[in-house]
């Protein structure tokens, strides 16, 4: 079983910073990519950073030169430093990890729970 636990959301500012963190635990044989994605009221959910085992990261559009994704692949933990935040930033940022549990088998996808990020002044 693999779990994904995220933290660090919350209230902030227009043009303020969060950064958003997501441990990985359980059985773990590797990870191939660990990322995060955001789900808006009344909207699909939607990419917003991945980053590779080999540190390759990959931006939404509507984020780059503002979030900066980076791992601890010792704490199998995933970080989002998210700064001048907007108010159309706000959403549950959902922590995933795409995990390969055992040796034996393949690679799935996990979620975290999420965690609310509110850009309001």
């Known amino acids: 079983q693999v779990q994904l636990v995220e933290s660090g959301g919350g209230l902030v500012q227009p043009g303020g910073s969060l950064r958003l963190s997501c441990a990985a635990s359980?059985?773990?044989?590797?990870?191939?990519?660990m990322g995060w994605y955001r789900q808006a009221p009344g909207k699909q959910r939607e990419l917003v950073a991945t980053?590779?085992?080999?540190?390759?990261?990959t931006y939404a559009y509507s984020v780059k030169g503002r979030f900066t994704i980076s791992k601890d692949g010792a704490k199998n933990t995933v970080y989002l430093q998210m700064n001048s935040l907007k108010p159309e930033d706000t959403a549950v940022y959902y922590c995933?990890?795409?995990?390969?549990?055992?040796?034996?088998?393949?690679?799935?996808?996990?979620w975290g729970q999420g965690t609310q990020v509110t850009v309001s002044s």
């Open positions: 359980g059985s773990i044989f590797s990870i191939n990519a």
């Open positions: 995933n990890g795409y995990i390969r549990p055992t040796w034996q088998g393949g690679s799935h996808d996990y």
């Open positions: 980053i590779t085992n080999g540190g390759s990261p």
